[in-house]
């Protein structure tokens, strides 16, 4: 069993080009997020979402895109990329419920130049 | 909305010592509350939770924690660290109010000196 797996491990990227952070989770959970986190900041939601077939704003959601078209898998896009959006991307995954355990996947390095 | 305070960036501790992480937070009613540890170059893993019940929870590789609704805190201790459990840690706040997210800390990285 993987757990999550996001891909790719890293990217660099120049200033205004689009990029989609792939994330897949094999434990059917029914919730996922992206989280980014900065030093010093921790880390910061940017969509959820709670099922397949919805998706939700974080806290931090400008400037970023997703969708939830199957219960496996939540890709995270940067229409345009700018070099605030420079950090290390997590994605996580739970069954849904408040109180459930997220699992966390080992995270996209991206660097936007 | 909840929000969550580690009031300690950087927390050095020799390796055999005793340790307590600090986290406050701020909510109305009674939270659910996480800590969640990450290993360099990691992603982040459950320590151990707290939503109800006994306020004292045992988490994983000897860790526990203590909600004290009086203080609004819930620290994490372990009486003897050992060079492995040097990490970042965080803390979380998620309550069961409408479509309310965790809100996770900054994080206290911890070092561990021989």
């Known amino acids: 069993i993987a757990g999550i797996t996001q891909a790719p491990t890293s990217q660099i990227l120049a200033a205004g080009r689009r990029m989609t952070l792939r994330c897949t989770q094999d434990?059917?959970?029914?919730?996922m997020y992206w989280y980014r986190q900065d030093l010093g900041l921790g880390l910061r939601l940017i969509h959820y979402s709670n099922t397949a077939g919805t998706t939700g704003k974080g806290e931090v959601p400008d400037g970023y895109s997703v969708s939830r078209a199957n219960t496996d898998d939540f890709p995270l896009t940067l229409a345009s990329a700018v070099p605030s959006q420079t950090s290390v991307y997590f994605c996580a995954s739970s069954l849904g419920r408040p109180t459930d355990t997220q699992y966390f996947g080992p995270g996209t390095r991206l660097t936007v130049l | 909305a909840q929000s969550v305070t580690q009031p300690d960036i950087h927390i050095t501790v020799s390796e055999g010592a005793s340790l307590e992480l600090r986290c406050n937070y701020s909510y109305g009613a009674t939270p659910y509350l996480f800590w969640y540890v990450q290993s360099p170059g990691q992603g982040l893993q459950l320590l151990l939770k707290y939503f109800s019940g006994d306020t004292l929870v045992q988490g994983i590789k000897g860790f526990e924690a203590e909600f004290k609704r009086s203080q609004s805190s819930f620290n994490l201790r372990k009486p003897s660290v050992h060079w492995s459990d040097a990490a970042e840690y965080f803390c979380?706040?998620?309550?069961?109010?409408?479509?309310?997210?965790?809100?996770f800390g900054t994080g206290t990285r911890l070092t561990i000196i021989p």
């Open positions: 979380a706040v998620g309550t069961n109010f409408g479509n309310e997210k965790l809100t």
């Open positions: 434990m059917r959970h029914n919730a």
